[in-house]
Structure formats: C-alpha cells, structure tokens
C-alpha cells in the first residue's frame, strides 16, 4: 500500500515562509503534486514536479511564490511557500500520479492525510 505522508504545516503571519514535505513510501510516479482545500470548496491544484524534477507547474495563485522540489534519494517532495497570504490558508494534501500535466485531482491516485497551513493576517 502507497502511503504518503505530510509535514510541516502551522501557523505563520502574512509574509512569512513554510515549507512543506511529503515522503513517499516507494517512487514510481510520474509525477507528485500539492493541492489545497478550505472548507465548502473544491479541493484546487497548487504545483507538482515530474519524477526527474524537469517539468513544474504552478497554479497562477502561488506562482512566483511557492517552488516544488523533490529528492529522489529520500523520496521526498517538497514544497516552499514564500510570501505567504491570508488566502493560502487550507489544508495542504500531497499527491501522486502517473499523468505529467495533471492539474484536476481525478489525475491523482494516491494522497496524504493532509496537514493544515493558517496564515494570519
């Protein structure tokens, strides 16, 4: 069984920084990805990184702001959240897939417990 597990979550002020990290308990996905979700509303697509680190995508929300990585060695994605904003409050889930430029959720077959990021203003 896949298992994916999400760390780094908490509380910080507007304008400061989070990193979030995702261990994978094996690699064979072509691609793992960030998603986000707040209450009442659709889980929605943050960033994900292809199995070799080339290919990123960003949604336009955090692009410029947050950059995904990975390190393969330790199967482990990462995601660096800078300048951070009231409205990037949610619980963050970590995912993998097989499909490259997946942006919908239904593109995703395995997922995190989820860790929550409030920021405050």
């Known amino acids: 069984q896949v298992q994916l597990v999400e760390s780094g979550g908490g509380l910080v002020q507007a304008g400061g920084s989070l990193r979030l990290s995702c261990a994978a308990s094996e690699h064979t996905f072509n691609v793992m990805g960030w998603f986000r979700q707040v209450p009442g509303k659709e889980r929605e697509f943050a960033a994900s990184i292809s199995w070799n680190g080339i290919i990123t995508l960003y949604a336009d929300s955090v692009k410029g702001r947050f950059t995904i990585s990975r390190n393969n060695a330790k199967n482990t994605v990462y995601l660096q959240m800078n300048s951070l904003k009231p409205e990037d409050t949610a619980v963050y889930y970590c995912?993998?897939?097989?499909?490259?430029?997946?942006?919908?959720?239904?593109?995703?077959?395995?997922w995190g417990q989820g860790t929550q990021v409030t920021v405050s203003s």
């Open positions: 995912a993998a897939g097989q499909r490259l430029y997946g942006r919908s959720p239904f593109e995703y077959h395995y």
